[in-house]
């Protein structure tokens, strides 16, 4: 008998599997922007991480909300620190150091996905943290620190029914604006070691806790188990970064094969390794493009790519094709 040295996951298929004509909203921790990019390299209509990264449940819910609300926000809503402007509400990725500019750059998001959630086929979220940080001064929850003072801050770890009605009101009214969407729950395999092992664990366990009890709740709401194959199938230190903390390349294309074969319809299937084949050619370097050798591997990927985006010409390929026929 063969020695069997990881343990095997059965992931059942989606009902209603991912399609390369969906609009795919993502949302929640950083591991949401790994999968985002790996969709939206291999040609899938995606929007990701409208807010920039969020880690807890109730930030989550907030932001859909917001979408769903039209909401956009007020310069007196940001708050000035370390020469930049910020919003309690949003990433780092959009502070300024003019407030203007940052307040545009939030708006313009706000108006993108309030769009993009009236047509979502698929809302993707990843939940990090069941850790909720709260201005001492206000009350206010926060989802960003943006690395001001620790004793700014309360910090209270939810409980499982918080988590499950915040998503849940949410949930009701998503399917309410867009009875066509379906949502997928995960959640992110980063260790949160700053909460320390033992409260990352309780905070995880909340977590998973509470996305069961929505699948349970809304059959229009799933389970993809990220956690679990990086945490208990790969289970080895040798899949994380020096930091010990986060997932690297080997563990989240592990994680983007089981993904693309459990979530994703025979076309998708079919299709998306044959995109990947042309965008990796198109990340080639050649030293010496001027060879002869050079131009047949540029006129064979644009017959290649020509042929793909004729038989399935939802593929948005166009800059592709007009790199290899340059």
């Avoid at 042929?307 to 399935?312: I, P, V, W």
């Amino acid at each position: 008998m063969d020695m069997q040295f990881t343990l095997t996951l059965d992931i059942p298929p989606l009902p209603k599997p991912i399609t390369y004509t969906d609009n795919i909203l993502l949302t929640g921790s950083c591991f949401t922007e790994h999968i985002a990019d790996r969709l939206y390299q291999n040609k899938f209509r995606v929007l990701s991480n409208p807010h920039g990264i969020l880690f807890n449940p109730l930030s989550v819910a907030d932001s859909l909300n917001g979408y769903m609300d039209g909401r956009q926000y007020r310069e007196e809503e940001l708050f000035s620190l370390n020469e930049l402007w910020n919003s309690w509400d949003h990433h780092t990725r959009f502070s300024n150091i003019d407030a203007a500019a940052a307040l545009a750059g939030i708006n313009a998001s706000q108006a993108d996905a309030s769009e993009f959630i009236k047509k979502a086929d698929w809302v993707i979220i990843t939940l990090g943290s069941a850790f909720q940080y709260y201005l001492k001064e206000t009350g206010t929850p926060v989802a960003n620190n943006h690395r001001a003072p620790a004793q700014w801050f309360e910090k209270k770890l939810l409980t499982t029914d918080d988590i499950i009605t915040a998503l849940s009101n949410t949930m009701s009214r998503l399917f309410d604006i867009n009875p066509f969407a379906q949502v997928m729950l995960t959640i992110s395999p980063v260790r949160h070691i700053r909460d320390g092992v033992v409260d990352n664990n309780r905070s995880k366990a909340r977590l998973i806790e509470a996305v069961h009890t929505l699948r349970e709740q809304f059959d229009k709401v799933h389970y993809f188990p990220a956690y679990e194959l990086v945490i208990d199938v790969l289970r080895d230190h040798r899949f994380y970064d020096i930091d010990l903390v986060h997932p690297n390349f080997p563990a989240t294309q592990f994680v983007w094969e089981h993904f693309v074969r459990s979530c994703m319809g025979p076309v998708a299937q079919e299709v998306q390794p044959q995109v990947q084949e042309i965008i990796t050619a198109r990340s080639h370097r050649s030293r010496f493009p001027e060879t002869s050798a050079h131009k047949k591997f540029k006129e064979n990927y644009a017959a290649k790519t020509k042929a793909l985006m004729n038989k399935y010409p939802f593929l948005g390929m166009e800059d592709e094709l007009t790199y290899f026929e340059r």
